[in-house]
């Protein structure tokens, strides 16, 4: 699979991931309280930062056995549909009670860093990054893709997400989402099973 195809099947699994994300409500909340471009900064950095860790991880899970990591990309997209099928919209993403002091560039863009850097860590995006990098050896790609849907989906979320959610239900979205991972998994599953 060249470069290109690969940032795009990357980009669209990781944006339509995000959109329900508690990373794009923080965003949210954030880009209705401060200025955008300060907010967009922030967790622009931050989702560097951590497509950079999940890349990390992907590289590392190449390591093994090509049907072990087909195996477990495999499971891993399970239970990430799964946990998009099943996710709690009562999450607190705590952005409220983490408000900067004044309106400065550098506490709005610092606080939405910290604030979208901690609620990333660990995220699906992140475990969908890391077995999207061990699958294909195109990690430029694999990052470029990631990185770009979630500063879609967070630039969305500063500027106009009251906006998507009134045409788009967000229960479409999730499901959407669940889907793709489901036909990745089985696909997944499939070379495992077939060697």
Same mark, same amino acid.
């Given at each position: 699979?060249? *470069? !290109?195809? %690969?940032?795009?099947?990357?980009?669209?699994? %990781?944006?339509?991931?995000? &959109?329900?994300?508690?990373?794009?409500?923080?965003?949210?909340?954030?880009?209705?309280?401060?200025?955008?471009?300060?907010?967009?900064?922030?967790?622009? @950095? #931050?989702?560097?930062?951590?497509?950079?860790?999940?890349?990390?991880?992907?590289?590392?899970?190449?390591?093994?056995?090509?049907?072990?990591?087909?195996?477990?990309?495999?499971? !891993?997209?399970?239970?990430?549909?799964?946990?998009? !099928? =099943?996710?709690?919209? /009562?999450?607190?993403?705590?952005?409220?009670?983490?408000?900067?002091? /004044?309106? *400065?560039? =550098?506490?709005? @863009?610092?606080? *939405?860093?910290?604030? $979208?850097?901690?609620?990333?860590?660990?995220?699906?995006?992140?475990?969908?990054?890391?077995?999207? #990098? @061990?699958?294909? /050896?195109?990690?430029?790609? $694999?990052? &470029?893709?990631?990185?770009?849907?979630?500063?879609? %989906?967070?630039?969305?979320?500063?500027?106009?997400?009251?906006?998507?959610?009134?045409?788009?239900?967000?229960?479409? $979205?999730?499901?959407?989402?669940?889907?793709?991972?489901? $036909? &990745?998994?089985?696909? *997944?599953?499939?070379?495992?099973?077939?060697?």
């Amino acid at each position: 699979m060249n *470069s !290109l195809t %690969v940032a795009a099947l990357t980009f669209g699994i %990781v944006f339509l991931a995000e &959109l329900p994300d508690k990373t794009a409500l923080a965003s949210l909340v954030l880009g209705t309280k401060y200025r955008a471009a300060y907010v967009f900064t922030g967790i622009a @950095a #931050a989702f560097a930062l951590q497509v950079g860790i999940a890349l990390v991880a992907g590289r590392l899970l190449a390591l093994l056995p090509h049907r072990w990591v087909e195996g477990i990309t495999g499971l !891993l997209f399970l239970v990430g549909a799964a946990m998009l !099928l =099943w996710h709690q919209d /009562d999450e607190d993403d705590g952005a409220e009670g983490r408000e900067p002091a /004044d309106d *400065s560039f =550098w506490k709005v @863009a610092g606080t *939405s860093f910290v604030i $979208v850097a901690v609620a990333e860590f660990g995220d699906l995006t992140q475990i969908m990054t890391a077995n999207l #990098a @061990a699958k294909y /050896d195109d990690p430029v790609a $694999v990052g &470029l893709g990631a990185w770009l849907a979630l500063c879609a %989906v967070g630039g969305i979320a500063v500027v106009g997400g009251q906006k998507l959610l009134q045409h788009v239900p967000m229960k479409v $979205v999730v499901r959407i989402a669940a889907l793709a991972m489901i $036909v &990745l998994a089985a696909y *997944s599953l499939f070379r495992a099973i077939a060697g």
